[in-house]
């Protein structure tokens, strides 16, 4: 949400700046320079841009509005949610989660994590991690290596939709050029007219370089700056499980394979010890 209140605080001080200095706002309202720019915009977007990588870029602006739900909240239940897999497996063995990540959904322990499964990329990456830990046949270490590499893998792809829009952003100033002087060559063809005529031609031709401008620097270079915010989260969430299921495998107890996970986790969204010890204290292993 916090994005589209930036939209707004932008379109407020620019539009409120022109019209207290006197400027009349429905002389930026030009549709003909929005077509120009906006138009050769999407176009140079779909030349350029896989159907894939515009559904993510869609995807991701849409996550950007809607706004997502408290992550430290969210960052707990999954420490919370690594602890119990974990004690089961302590007092059964890695055998007791076959079921539960052949289907997550399905899982008596992951279902009651929501805000876990609605991250499908991370439901796939933990359910996959443990289920080679069940077959047993990769080492901790190998473990760890393939874990990293998935993440570089993830990483490089979850960064195309930010890269895509800032290369937008980039092209947009100078396509209001393109937009002025087209402007200018239709002002110059009314030259022999009246002085109102040709200023107002000429203004309107300046327009399509404030709207490249303004479209770039106020809207779609912050865009992409908020996507690749929002990738870093996204990409350190999935750190937290690699590093509690790697400590774990390697060795460490439950409690401490989790502290791993929530060391791993940003500071400002990083649940309190005290916090993680109360709602580990909670959870209880199934019966066999």
């Known amino acids: 949400m916090l994005a589209v209140v930036g939209v707004l605080v932008v379109l407020v001080s620019v539009l409120g700046g022109f019209a207290l200095e006197g400027g009349p706002l429905r002389l930026l309202f030009q549709p003909v320079e929005w077509l120009i720019i906006c138009g050769t915009a999407a176009g140079t977007l779909l030349i350029s841009t896989p159907r894939s ?19 430290r909240d969210a960052h707990l239940d999954l420490l919370r949610l690594q602890y119990e897999l974990f004690v089961n497996v302590k007092k059964h063995g890695f055998i007791a989660l076959e079921r539960d990540v052949a289907d997550p959904a399905k899982s008596s322990i992951f279902s009651k994590y929501p805000s876990f499964l609605a991250r499908p990329h991370a439901v796939t990456f933990l359910a996959d991690s443990v289920r080679l830990l069940v077959d047993g046949g990769v080492t901790p270490y190998d473990l760890e290596a393939l874990l990293d590499r998935e993440l570089e893998t993830h990483q490089d792809e979850m960064a195309k939709p930010a890269g895509i829009l800032a290369k937008v952003g980039d092209t947009l100033p100078g396509l209001g050029i393109v937009a002025a002087v087209l402007g200018v060559v239709i002002a110059m063809q009314s ?60 060795g460490a107890p439950p409690f401490v394979a989790v502290e791993f996970a929530r060391r791993a986790l940003f500071a400002h969204e990083r649940p309190s010890l005290v916090d993680v010890e109360a709602a580990t204290l909670a959870v209880t292993p199934r019966t066999a």
């Open 53 to 71: 990588y515009l559904v993510q870029l869609v995807r991701s602006l849409l996550s950007l509005v809607v706004g997502a739900a408290s992550r």
């Open 191 to 250: 030259i022999d007219g009246g002085t109102a005529e040709v200023g107002h031609k000429v203004a309107v031709a300046l327009i399509g370089t404030f709207m490249g401008v303004g479209l770039a620097y106020g809207l779609v270079n912050p865009l992409a700056a908020a996507l690749e915010h929002a990738m870093e989260k996204d990409l350190n969430y999935l750190h937290c499980i690699k590093a509690g299921i790697t400590a774990f495998a390697k």
